[in-house]
């Protein structure tokens, strides 16, 4: 079965770095992503990496802030998040997906992880 587990979030003050993980179990993926929902907003793309060529994209509130990255012996894609502000807070979502798509749209994705908290006090 696929499995993302996301962990890492904790609770920062504004200006902190943060950095996320998300495990996924023994496959790869076409494109893996984080996304975040806040309280009251709709979930948001934040970053995503193609497996194939390393290739990125961001959103646009957090370009400049955030990185994503991966680490392909351990199955693993994280997220650095640096000049935190309270604005970031909300629960922070890994995701895959198999197929072409846009990868900013939730509805392109096939897998997710149950969400990390990250909370950012001013």
């Known amino acids: 079965q696929v499995q993302l587990v996301e962990s890492g979030g904790g609770l920062v003050q504004a200006g902190d770095s943060l950095r996320l993980s998300c495990a996924a179990s023994?496959?790869?993926?076409?494109?893996m992503s984080w996304f975040r929902q806040a309280p009251g907003k709709e979930r948001e793309f934040l970053a995503a990496?193609?497996?194939?060529?390393?290739?990125?994209y961001y959103g646009d509130s957090v370009k400049g802030r955030f990185t994503i990255s991966r680490d392909n012996a351990k199955n693993t894609i994280y997220l650095q998040m640096n000049s935190l502000k309270p604005e970031d807070t909300a629960v922070y979502y890994c995701?895959?997906?198999?197929?072409?798509?846009?990868?900013?749209?939730?509805?392109?994705?096939?897998?997710w992880g149950q969400g990390t908290q990250v909370t950012v006090s001013s």
């Open positions: 995701a895959a997906k198999d197929f072409s798509g846009n990868s900013r749209y939730t509805s392109n994705y096939n897998y």
């Open positions: 023994g496959r790869t993926f076409s494109t």
């Open positions: 990496i193609r497996w194939s060529d390393y290739i990125t």
